[in-house]
Each structure stands twice: as structure tokens, then as C-alpha cells.
């Protein structure tokens, strides 16, 4: 073999492991982005979220709207805004101009005063659309002839990192695209002039956009950057945000903007937000879909408002993680404690998590948590300092089957439900139940079985030693089985011994007749006693 041919040899292996190299790179780079030292969680595989099982990318999405919801939706880019292929930069080079007033200006080495721009082959008199690829400096752009005539434009691989918006290149443009580029910021801002109507700055590495949008602006593309929040943008409210696959965006950051119900987003089910330790509600790291967040927002409307007693507090308490954010949920906080009141709230948040009803005067808890579908959520229950009397009314509901914890410490409970808590302490290890400061109805079968069962609950019931009895100055756990289970003197306890007192003299009757008959046989006569005893009416007619 040639020398030629071993070193084309040689240069194919090396480019092949050069290849293989990048890619596998890449792979580490993001594998290792869960270990970044911000603790920012991985983001979900954009093929299982935006694609099909085979990998391949879904150009839209489809979503189904809540009525209820203020954050709408609709199916990925509009019409109106322009993109053209990638491959079209890769053979920029290679493919002849379509304009002839550009070919004098097109430079083979790409320098800054080069166009680095061509139109796109659908171009006409209404759309008059270019492309640019590999832009360095502005003036690649600027050096086209006839820019300010230019619909649409699309710049692909800009490897500034700053953006100036106000630039004159961009403000006679109704599509602006700025894709797959080195971009950290923008500067400045389009003129009160502006004709932009989609603005698309995808795929590059954003991480501040600060702008004053125009009145005619109603698209606006940040997906697939490095945003912790989305721009404060005042002047336009009818503007459609893409803010997909933005690793670092803030689920607090969004919240103000939610709240205003003044944006539109491309597919809130799939677009997700960041719940990270600066989360003040959370101490998480995980992706929610950010139509959850609208959720929050009816939290606070929807908590109860108890007339006469005073206001409940509605916050967000936890996340329940799935594994796919887009079945994330946030789950309520609800306290209603210290308002007095003797009857459950009518009506809880959706999705309410936890209820504090502590220090009331609630005597009846289960019909609620039967019937009430904004109960069937709950798997916390604080009810400590109340007037419950009974558990009983609890069998059967939604909550025993799933609770976490339930507080029912110094309440009025008479007696426990030994089996229905022994069924569903056994169907799931790691539930709680603190019932100290009770005071039961104390028996026999306190001390013999419901002691024995405490103690074997001991670590499903923590403060089982602080149950008391009420009819007894005593704690169940010190209840004596020899002192309990004896019962109280009475005339029946005295039966046994007349019984044996009558058959001891019943046995000394018959010995003595015995014994005077035997006498009387053997010697003739009746024994002292017996003979000095008067005669009865029997022995009369005997002697006749």
C-alpha cells in the first residue's frame, strides 16, 4: 500500500475517533449536568417530552386548554414567522447565489465587510426573505445591499455574544430570527417603529433579555437558552411565549407573569420551570410543567373564607414527583387553626395536601372526608386540641387508604378502633398517628389487649405513652391486669360459702342420727342428749 494511501488511511481513522470523541463529549457533558454546582436537576430527554419513541422531534404541540386556566396555549410558531433550513448554511459556500446583485459581494473567505446574507428561494414581492450564516460582526449583514428593503430574515450561527435590537438592519423586518448562535445577552431595543412581529432567539445561550418590545410584536421564541426568568416586557399584552427547554428557568420568576394572565405560552404541559433550593416553597431540584403554576394562583382564591370565624391560609406545600414532569403536581398547604370553629370548611383548594384544623372546636370529622371531593387529596391532617370523640367515622374514606400523618392529640376520643388501625398501619409502612392527651374508657381489655397492641404500635404511634384513662388517674401503658381485672365485692361472692356451710352441718345432722340410731340398736336406750330432747308428734304415734 502507498504512502497516499496510508496517510488517507490514517486521516479517516483519526477523523472517525475525533467523531466519535465529540459525541461521546457531549454525552458526558450532559450526564454530568445533575452534578453542576448550582444542584440544578437534569432536564428531561427532549425526545420523550417533544418527540416519539424513535427520537424524532415533533414540529408541534398540541395541547387541550383548561377553561379555568389564565395561561393559554397554542400549537408551536405562527405562520407569520420565518425560518429556513439548516442545511441551507452548511452548503452556503457551495450553492450559488440567487441574487446577482449579491455575487459581487460575496467574499469566498466570509471577512467582516463581506454579505454574508443570500435570499431565500421562495422570496417575492410580498415576502422578501433572506438568510445569513456564521455572522462575526453586523456589518457582515449591514454590507448586503438593499437590507432595508428585507420582510424577513433569519441569521443562523451569530457568534457574538452581544445583540444590539436597535440596530437599523432590524427595524423594517416583520420576522427576526437569530438561531443556534453564541448569544448571552441583548442590548438596546427595537425603535417605537418596529414592524417586528416574531422574534425568534432560540438555541443560543441567553441568559439576560432585557427589551422594550413593540406594539407589534405577538411572537417571541426563547427556547432552548439559559434563562432564570423571561423579560419584563410592559408594552405589549398579547405577546405568545416559547420558553421551552430553558434548564435554569425559575418556577418564582414565572409566577408574576402568570399571575397577570397577559401571556400566552406554546405548550404549557411541556414547558418547565425549575424548583431549586432559592424556591422558598421548596427544598427540591425537580421540573414542573408551568401549567401547574396556575394552580397556585386559585390556591389563594379558593381558600376558605369562614364567616364569622375569620380567613384560612392557602399556600403551596409539595411537589409529588413522578418521574415525567409533565405529571408533576403541586399540592396545597391549608391551615385553618385557632378560628374557632365546630364544623370541617365546606370547601378546600384544589389538590390541598395537608389541612390544619388544630386548637377548634370540631367534635365531627368524617363526613367530609366521605363525601367532599376536595378532601380526597389530603393525606395530612393536623386536628390536635379539638373535640373529636370518635375515629369510627373515618373507616371507609379515601384518607385512611393513603394518609401520611394524622395529629389527633387532646381530643375526646373514648375508645379506639384497634382493628380498622391495624389494617391500615399494616397496608403502608411509614404512617403516623399521634393520639397523647386522650382519655379513654379503661377496662380489663385496656390492660390485657389495647396495652399489648400499644406497645406493638409503638413506632406508629410515637407518644402512645401520653394516652391516658378517664376513668382511672392512670396511663393505659400503666394499667395493672391483676388490679384492673378484678371486679367489686357483692352478695354473690358469699353464695359459695353458704352453699358450703349448709353442706358441712347437712354432714353433721346425718353423723349424729346415725350415731343415736346406732346406740339405741346396741344398747337399748337413747344417747343423754337425744333422750332429753321433747317429744314430736311422730314419736307419739310411733309408741301407739
Given amino acids: 500500500m502507498s504512502a497516499k494511501h496510508n496517510g488517507s488511511l490514517l486521516l479517516l481513522v483519526l477523523?472517525?475517533?475525533?467523531?466519535?470523541?465529540?459525541?461521546?463529549?457531549?454525552?458526558?457533558?450532559?450526564?454530568?449536568?445533575?452534578?453542576?454546582?448550582?444542584?440544578?436537576?437534569?432536564?428531561?430527554?427532549?425526545?420523550?417530552?417533544?418527540?416519539n419513541a424513535n427520537g424524532n422531534n415533533l414540529q408541534t404541540t398540541t395541547e387541550t386548554a383548561n377553561p379555568n386556566s389564565t395561561i393559554?396555549?397554542?400549537?408551536?410558531?405562527?405562520?407569520?414567522?420565518?425560518?429556513?433550513?439548516?442545511?441551507?448554511?452548511?452548503?452556503?459556500f457551495n450553492s450559488n447565489p440567487n441574487n446577482n446583485n449579491t455575487n459581487h459581494h460575496h467574499l469566498g473567505h466570509g471577512g467582516v465587510n463581506a454579505c454574508m446574507c443570500r435570499q431565500y428561494s421562495n422570496s417575492n414581492a410580498t415576502h422578501n426573505n433572506w438568510y445569513c450564516c456564521n455572522i462575526t460582526q453586523l456589518t457582515m449583514i449591514s454590507s448586503c445591499p438593499n437590507y432595508s428593503n428585507w420582510t424577513n430574515l433569519h441569521i443562523y450561527n451569530m457568534t457574538m455574544t452581544e445583540i444590539d435590537l436597535s440596530s437599523p438592519i432590524f427595524q423594517t423586518l416583520q420576522s427576526l430570527a437569530i438561531t443556534h448562535g453564541n448569544i448571552t445577552s441583548t442590548v438596546k431595543t427595537f425603535s417605537r417603529m418596529s414592524k417586528v412581529k416574531c422574534l425568534n432567539l432560540s438555541n443560543n445561550n441567553l441568559s439576560n433579555v432585557t427589551m422594550k418590545t413593540s406594539v407589534m410584536l405577538k411572537f417571541l421564541n426563547l427556547s432552548n437558552n439559559n434563562l432564570t426568568e423571561i423579560p419584563k416586557i410592559t408594552q405589549n399584552h398579547?405577546?405568545?411565549?416559547?420558553?421551552?427547554?430553558?434548564?435554569?428557568?425559575?418556577?418564582?420568576?414565572?409566577?408574576?407573569?402568570?399571575?397577570?394572565?397577559?401571556?400566552?405560552?406554546?405548550?404549557?404541559?411541556?414547558?418547565?420551570?425549575?424548583?431549586?433550593?432559592?424556591?422558598?416553597?421548596f427544598n427540591s431540584t425537580d421540573y414542573i410543567a408551568i401549567s401547574q403554576l396556575d394552580i397556585i394562583r386559585r390556591f389563594y382564591t379558593d381558600c376558605p373564607v369562614i364567616q364569622g370565624k375569620g380567613n384560612c391560609t392557602c399556600d403551596p406545600e409539595h411537589m409529588l414527583s413522578a418521574g415525567d414532569p409533565s405529571k408533576n403536581k403541586i399540592f396545597c398547604r391549608v391551615d385553618c387553626s385557632n378560628l374557632g370553629l365546630t364544623e370541617l370548611p365546606p370547601k378546600l383548594p384544589e389538590n390541598t395536601f395537608q389541612l390544619n384544623i388544630t386548637n377548634n372546636n370540631i367534635s365531627v370529622i368524617g363526613d367530609h372526608f366521605h363525601n367532599n371531593p376536595t378532601y380526597q387529596s389530603i393525606v395530612k391532617l393536623f386536628a390536635d386540641n379539638n373535640r373529636i370523640e370518635s375515629m369510627h367515622d373515618l373507616e371507609g374514606t379515601q384518607f385512611m387508604d393513603h394518609f401520611?400523618?394524622?395529629?389527633?392529640?387532646?381530643?375526646?376520643?373514648?375508645?379506639?378502633?384497634?382493628?380498622?388501625?391495624?389494617?391500615?398501619?399494616?397496608?403502608?409502612?411509614?404512617?403516623?398517628?399521634?393520639?397523647?392527651?386522650?382519655?379513654?374508657?379503661?377496662?380489663?381489655?385496656?390492660?390485657?389487649?389495647?396495652?399489648?397492641?400499644?406497645?406493638?404500635?409503638?413506632?406508629?404511634?410515637?407518644?402512645?405513652?401520653?394516652?391516658?384513662?378517664?376513668?382511672?388517674?392512670?396511663?393505659?401503658?400503666?394499667?395493672?391486669?391483676?388490679?384492673?381485672?378484678?371486679?367489686?365485692?357483692?352478695?354473690?361472692?358469699?353464695?359459695?360459702?353458704?352453699?358450703?356451710?349448709?353442706?358441712?352441718?347437712?354432714?353433721?345432722?346425718?353423723?349424729?342420727?346415725?350415731?343415736?340410731?346406732?346406740?339405741?340398736?346396741?344398747?337399748?336406750?337413747?344417747?343423754w342428749p337425744a333422750s332429753k330432747m321433747p317429744k314430736l308428734p311422730c314419736d307419739w304415734l310411733c309408741e301407739s
Fill in 404 to 527: 401520611q400523618k394524622l395529629y389527633l392529640r387532646n381530643n375526646h376520643l373514648k375508645r379506639l378502633p384497634e382493628y380498622l388501625l391495624t389494617n391500615v398501619l399494616d397496608s403502608n409502612v411509614g404512617r403516623v398517628i399521634f393520639l397523647g392527651g386522650n382519655k379513654l374508657m379503661c377496662d380489663c381489655n385496656s390492660a390485657k389487649v389495647l396495652k399489648l397492641w400499644l406497645l406493638k404500635r409503638s413506632r406508629d404511634i410515637p407518644d402512645y405513652n401520653e394516652i391516658m384513662c378517664r376513668n382511672m388517674p392512670q396511663r393505659i401503658m400503666e394499667l395493672q391486669e391483676l388490679k384492673v381485672c378484678q371486679s367489686p365485692h357483692d352478695w354473690t361472692d358469699y353464695v359459695y360459702y353458704l352453699i358450703a356451710t349448709e353442706v358441712i352441718l347437712l354432714i353433721a345432722l346425718i353423723t349424729k342420727v346415725s350415731y343415736d340410731y346406732w346406740v339405741f340398736k346396741t344398747a337399748g336406750y337413747l344417747p
Fill in 72 to 92: 393559554n396555549h397554542m400549537e408551536s410558531t405562527p405562520d407569520f414567522c420565518f425560518t429556513m433550513e439548516e442545511n441551507m448554511c452548511l452548503n452556503f
Fill in 15 to 51: 477523523l472517525v475517533y475525533g467523531v466519535a470523541t465529540a459525541v461521546s463529549g457531549r454525552g458526558q457533558e450532559e450526564e454530568n449536568f445533575g452534578g453542576h454546582q448550582e444542584h440544578l436537576a437534569v432536564l428531561p430527554n427532549p425526545n420523550v417530552i417533544y418527540g
Fill in 238 to 281: 398579547n405577546i405568545t411565549l416559547d420558553i421551552r427547554m430553558n434548564k435554569r428557568m425559575l418556577c418564582n420568576n414565572l409566577m408574576a407573569t402568570i399571575f397577570r394572565g397577559s401571556f400566552k405560552f406554546v405548550a404549557p404541559n411541556s414547558t418547565y420551570c425549575l424548583l431549586d433550593s432559592a424556591f422558598n416553597w
